[in-house]
């Protein structure tokens, strides 16, 4: 790897996923993988195998069918860890291992109770076992940033010596500030040379997790560790989108390119929020709504005269399209398809032909079609949990003076159809309760709610989120129609789909 190449390792789905809100399941996390491959991210950390049954079939997944980039999987620095990632990487073209240990004098006395000749030995003989099945083997310090720099050195170099190709410097905590990590990484660099890649992995507890992590290229380091968004544990991680987009925009001050797609920035972070219900604020750098709207009178007509007066990067630069009118109900298959390839969603055949019907309805009750309406009908049609109940029929009362009830008609394959009434605090809780009754799963309660224009105008479509607790097991689920009554049935209807879902799963 030439010297002045950045590799983006991305952890969406492994430390991304693991923040509360944004679990994602199998088929969710195919398709945020085939969009990071087709981003063109270095490294995808598809998750840690050893943490859950569905966690291994996440990665092993993602090893079978993502091409291009380099499949990652966690572990600790144990045997079985580090089996269950060689075996949930095998039919990855190109595999990484990535086992951890935590370095700092916090960790060691209150979490690892181990010496430091303890915790070099564990490094050591985990790293050598993940060498015996793979040349590829990061190796992170967790709590880095809060070790004693030179046993840090001292675990780095046992970890090089037992075969490690890169050194990761996590900030675990997000404690680190930007001048002190770029020292830290000149050290390791001038201790360690070339011996293995240096990497950083920055927590943005204090805001600073891109600061950080530019810092630490300016010291040094040839990988950055980053989610889609800035999704991760706490207040999140390094955001991938803006790591490039700075190294991109500031190509003199760290002199290291990055290889990625960056048309493909704003459709794979939108993909995201779409499939976690969870979307980034409007002022977010790079993929806000707002980040390149010119509301200023002054700044208008700067940017009408020359673009650059105001902007550093073009929309397009980054995937943001100038126009995202789409054509209205007389467009035909070959125009959907190809807008569809454009906005990064790959549908089969069938899913295809599910996806023109629904535009088809859509299009008789919404004047204009936008990319984020065509986003939530492929979407719908690519990751949503269908089944094993389907809504046949619903219908809600509420008003000032009476008590707001719901029924409902699901149908249950091969069982037919059971319809079940219920009275609520609103139509909405009515029809949780309608819901719950007719599915039989058990104890059920709505734990958050929210709706989201998915567009503007009155026409718009809602997207509605929920988050329940069906049966001990939290569960999230999304609807999007015109109807936001018949969007909050559809989205309570796949939270108790996915809870099935994972019945069976246990089951198998
Ligand atoms: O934040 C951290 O320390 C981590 C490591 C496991 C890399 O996520
Ligand atoms: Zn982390």
């Known amino acids: 790897m030439a010297d002045d190449r950045l590799i983006l390792f991305d952890t969406t789905l492994r430390d991304?996923?693991?923040?509360p809100g944004f679990q994602m399941n199998l088929e969710e996390k195919l398709q945020m993988a085939a969009a990071?491959?087709?981003?063109?991210v270095d490294v995808i950390e598809a998750g840690f195998p050893a943490a859950s049954p569905g966690d291994f079939a996440a990665v092993k997944g993602v090893a079978e069918r993502c091409q291009g980039p380099t499949i990652a999987g966690l572990a600790r620095c144990h045997p079985g860890d580090i089996k269950a990632v060689v075996d949930a990487l095998q039919p990855a073209a190109k595999r990484r291992i990535h086992v951890f240990l935590a370095t700092s004098p916090i960790h060691r006395e209150h979490k690892l109770a181990m010496s430091r000749e303890q915790v070099l030995e564990r490094i050591k003989s985990g790293v050598a076992t993940a060498r015996e099945h793979c040349d590829d083997v990061e190796w992170s310090a967790e709590d880095a940033s809060r070790t004693e720099p030179e046993f840090l050195?001292?675990?780095?170099?046992?970890?090089?010596?037992a075969g490690a190709t890169t050194i990761n410097i996590p900030d675990t905590v997000g404690y680190a500030l930007p001048g002190e990590f770029q020292q830290l990484f000149v050290m390791l660099k001038r201790e360690l040379g070339d011996a293995a890649i240096l990497s950083a992995h920055c927590h943005d507890d204090l805001g600073l997790a891109v600061a950080n992590s530019l810092a630490a290229v300016a010291g040094g380091a040839r990988q950055v560790e980053c989610t889609i968004n800035g999704i991760g544990e706490r207040a999140g991680n390094c955001a991938l989108e803006e790591?490039?987009?700075?190294?991109?925009?500031?190509?003199l001050a760290f002199g290291v390119q990055v290889g990625i797609d960056t048309t493909r920035l704003a459709p794979t972070s939108r993909l995201l929020s779409s499939i976690t219900g969870v979307d980034v604020q409007p002022n977010k750098a790079i993929v806000g709504a707002n980040a390149f709207a010119h509301e200023a009178g002054i700044h208008q007509h700067g940017v009408l005269a020359h673009a650059s007066t105001y902007e550093i990067m073009r929309p397009e630069d980054v995937g943001v399209a100038k126009s995202q009118l789409v054509l209205g109900k007389h467009s035909g298959r070959h125009a959907l398809r190809a807008r569809l390839t454009e906005l990064g969603h790959e549908l089969d055949e069938t899913a295809f032909e599910q996806f023109f019907s629904d535009f088809k309805q859509l299009a008789?009750?919404?004047?204009?079609?936008?990319d984020s309406d065509l986003e939530e009908l492929a979407l719908g049609r690519a990751v949503r949990t269908t089944g094993p109940w389907e809504l046949v029929s619903l219908h809600t009362s509420a008003g000032t003076h009476a008590r707001p009830t719901a029924s409902v008609e699901l149908a249950l394959a091969e069982e037919g159809v059971r319809a079940e009434a219920a009275l609520g605090d609103g139509p909405i809780d009515a029809t949780f309760q309608a819901i719950a009754r007719a599915t039989g799963a058990g104890e059920a309660r709505l734990i958050d709610y929210h709706v989201q224009a998915v567009t503007g105008g009155?026409?718009?479509?809602?997207?509605?989120?929920?988050?329940?607790?069906?049966d001990g097991v939290r569960v999230r689920g999304h609807g999007v129609r015109t109807d936001i009554v018949e969007a909050s049935a559809l989205a309570i209807l796949e939270a108790f789909n996915r809870r099935a879902a994972t019945r069976s799963l246990q089951a198998t």
């Open 153 to 161: 050195v001292e675990a780095a170099r046992a970890a090089v010596d």
């Open 458 to 470: 009155e026409d718009a479509q809602g997207r509605v989120t929920v988050d329940c607790l069906i």
């Open 243 to 251: 790591i490039a987009m700075v190294v991109r925009t500031r190509p």
């Open 16 to 19: 991304g996923e693991q923040a």
């Open 36 to 40: 990071l491959a087709r981003l063109g």
């Open 364 to 370: 008789d009750r919404k004047r204009e079609i936008h």
